[in-house]
Every structure is written in structure tokens, then in C-alpha cells.
């Protein structure tokens, strides 16, 4: 059952996608599909497998080192760090354009907007997982403010998984000797690290757990 409802999935992606070229839409023929499809493909994910899993640092264990000092880039190429937003918690998510999660940049921009500053989100766009992020960073930017009225912070296009070329930021969140007790790297794309206000890693949820259940 679970493969006839991926093979259905993809061949209903891959119709949108031929029929896309028929109209200037911001969004292709795929990615409106599976906006369509996020209900029932986040859904099926979100009980069991690797992309349902809540990690919790139970016992407050603090970071070896600091994530406020660790520099990224925004999205416009402006140099950013995350002091900006000390005292505030920080949710940190890998995101694409492409994937049957991106349907949640409309459930974290109203996260964002509900928590009215108490809650910091910041996307930080890559093309790990099966080529599902290829777009640039400005195609991105337009993106995610057209189709999904984004309007929190988005860094520069990179990568999140752990390689030599990945991120200074997921260094920090996928390795214990930094951060003090996690070493879960995103499973996939949508995969949530949440930081409170002390700058210190308290959860790690997989991209099933939809953002709503985060608050």
C-alpha cells in the first residue's frame, strides 16, 4: 500500500509538472500537486519512521559552544548570526521547494506570525535530499513570498547534512561536541531544531512533526 500511494504520488507530480508549462505561475504543475498532496503525505508520515522522530534534551544539557557566535548568510547574501535573536527561542528548519513538506511554510509562517516575536524561525534552504531544491536563492525568496507569504528570516542556500561542505550552523546542531548532546542530522527536508532563549538545543522533531504540534 505504502509504495502504490508514493508511485501515485509521483505519477500525479509528474503530470503537473508537463502541464505547468502552460501557464506563468510562480508555483510548476509539481509543486502545486503536492501542496495538494502535503494533507495526506504528512499524514501518512507522522506516527512512524525516521521522519517522525522527537528528540529532547531532557536533562538541560548546555552547548559546549556557542551558536550566537556562529555566522551564516542570509538569503540576500547579507552576513547574519543568531545574537540577534538571543532571548528569543529559535526554531531552525531545513527547507525545499520541491518536497511533499513544503506545504509547511504555510503552517510555519503561521507559527511565526502567532508567537509575535517570542518565536524566532529561520529556513535555511538546501538541495539535499533528491534534487528537491535546485532553484536559486532569489527563484527561492520569490518563492516562498508568493506561494506561502513568508516572511520569516531565510538564509543563503547550503548544505545541512554532514559532509566537508556542510553549514557552520548544522555543524553546530548535528554534533554533541558542540552543541552538548545531539548528533541527529536532518533526516530530511522540514527537520526542526529548536533553540530557547539561553541558546541552548532543547529539541530536535523530524519533518512529520508538523509545526503546530512543535507549539
Keep these: 500500500m505504502r509504495h502504490l500511494i508514493y508511485i501515485s504520488i509521483i505519477a500525479i507530480a509528474s503530470f503537473g509538472c508537463s502541464s505547468s508549462q502552460k501557464n506563468n505561475s510562480t508555483m510548476t504543475g509539481k509543486q502545486k500537486v503536492l ?20 528528540l529532547k534534551n531532557d536533562n538541560g544539557i548546555q552547548p559546549v559552544s556557542s551558536i550566537y557566535s556562529i555566522a551564516f548568510e542570509g538569503i540576500d547574501g547579507t552576513p547574519q548570526t543568531l545574537a540577534q535573536y538571543k532571548g528569543k527561542k529559535i526554531l531552525l ?35 539535499d535530499f533528491q534534487n528537491q531544491e ?16 513568508v516572511t520569516f528570516p ?4 547550503g548544505t545541512v547534512i554532514k559532509s566537508s561542505s556542510q553549514q557552520p550552523i548544522y555543524q553546530w546542531l548535528t554534533n554533541k ?5 545531539n ?12 533553540i530557547n532563549e539561553e541558546g541552548v538545543l532543547t529539541n530536535y522533531f523530524g519533518p512529520s512533526i508538523e509545526p503546530d504540534n512543535i507549539k
Design 35 to 54: 501542496k495538494a498532496l502535503y494533507p495526506i503525505i504528512s499524514g501518512f508520515g507522522r506516527y512512524v519512521g525516521p521522519n517522525a522522530t522527537k
Design 93 to 127: 528548519v531545513n527547507t525545499a521547494s520541491d518536497c511533499g513538506y513544503t506545504g509547511q511554510y504555510e503552517a510555519l509562517q503561521k507559527l511565526y506570525e502567532a508567537e509575535n516575536g517570542n518565536l524566532v524561525i529561520v529556513g535555511f534552504p538546501a538541495n
Design 134 to 149: 535546485t532553484g536559486s536563492n532569489e527563484s527561492i525568496l520569490t518563492f516562498c513570498k508568493k506561494n506561502y507569504g
Design 154 to 157: 531565510l538564509a543563503k542556500k
Design 177 to 181: 561536541d558542540q552543541n552538548g548532546w
Design 183 to 194: 548528533d541527529k542530522q536532518p533526516s530530511w527536508n522540514f527537520s526542526k531544531y529548536l
